[in-house]
């Protein structure tokens, strides 16, 4: 069974350019600490993958942190980088103590997370995947989903959706400790589960196996899921004129990539293919990048409907970020579109 293993791996671009002293010295270097090496972080994928830093006249340092998330915004106070790119969470969480940061760019704008389902779930309920959505996730009723961690964002959307199907979000499904994504997929194909939800490629390689059906595509079937800052990209405040300025190239680097990923799919998942994943199966990645590629049609953009989305999802499931915020009030503040606007005018 094809895995997705090599989306683990990070390459630092740049590389290259160090055999090129004239040319190193004169771009600069913009350093992103990812909370994840997930698919899901596209525009930081493509903009490496079709070079279009190069452009900006930047060197990209990305690097994967030990310890996700909070590790990327340690790293970010530490000024050990200029950009974390993480979860809005966990910079709401950060926020909500005190910590001066600042959403600038919305690297995914939807929630990519897609329940799959076993066939024989399918078989034994008589759902299809064309039945109306609530009748969907009736299907969850008595299920086990499987979940890298227990307690985590997976087993919280799937608690979520068996509540919009009518279900008890407690006891009407139970949630399985599994591990990575390649041990998820090996127990639904040994059928010692019902369920997963997780973000594409999964269910394109659950599909191709024959074990699984993407039953509910989250950000696409939940409109107050399909428009909002799912992952960012957060600087420290306050920002000086010089870190401005690399942020807003930064910007622009992402946003033509992101151009591509939606003109020109197949050329940008062919590149993000041969570069970063070379043992992943080119169609799976090239699945992916079309699943989840309307998040990344605003270039970054958020507005107040937008995050006022994230925060509803937020206290739908029950997130607690130890104080209220109000999406209209937060504006640069918490949030903000200087630079993504400053990058779409260059």
Known sequence: MSTMMGLARIVVVGAALALLPGLAKAQQTVRIGLGA???????????RALDTFKAQGLTANVVALPGGDPSALAALDAGDIELAAVGPDSMLRAAAKGQPF????????????????SPALLERTGVKTSDPLEKRLAAMKGTLVGATALAGAQEIAARWLAAKGGLD????????????PTAIQAA??????????????????????????????????????????????????????????????????????????????DEAADAI??????????????????TMSSGVAEGGKI??????????FA????????????AKASENDLWTNLFVDAAKAK
């Open 37 to 47: 090496p997930t698919l899901s972080f596209l525009p930081i994928w493509s903009a």
């Open 102 to 117: 600042e959403i600038v760019y919305s690297l995914m704008s939807k929630v990519t997370l897609q329940l799959v389902v």
């Open 169 to 180: 979000p407690k006891n009407d499904l139970k949630v399985a400790q599994v591990g990575s």
């Open 188 to 265: 639904l194909e040994a059928k010692r589960i019902d369920a997963f939800v997780l973000s594409p490629p999964e269910g394109y390689l659950a599909e191709k196996a024959g074990s699984g059906v993407v039953l509910v595509s989250l950000g696409d079937d939940f409109p107050l899921l399909a428009k909002q800052p799912y992952l960012v990209l957060v600087a420290k405040k306050p920002v000086s004129p010089a870190t401005a300025d690399l942020i807003t190239k930064t910007a622009k680097a992402l946003q033509d990539a992101s151009s591509t990923v939606i003109n020109k799919p």
């Open 273 to 290: 293919q041969k570069q970063f994943f070379a043992k992943a199966d080119p169609k799976a990645v090239a699945a992916a990048l079309k």
């Open 303 to 312: 507005d107040v409907e937008s995050m006022q989305n994230a925060l509803t």
């Open 315 to 326: 206290k739908e499931v029950g997130t607690s970020f130890g104080k209220d915020f109000d």
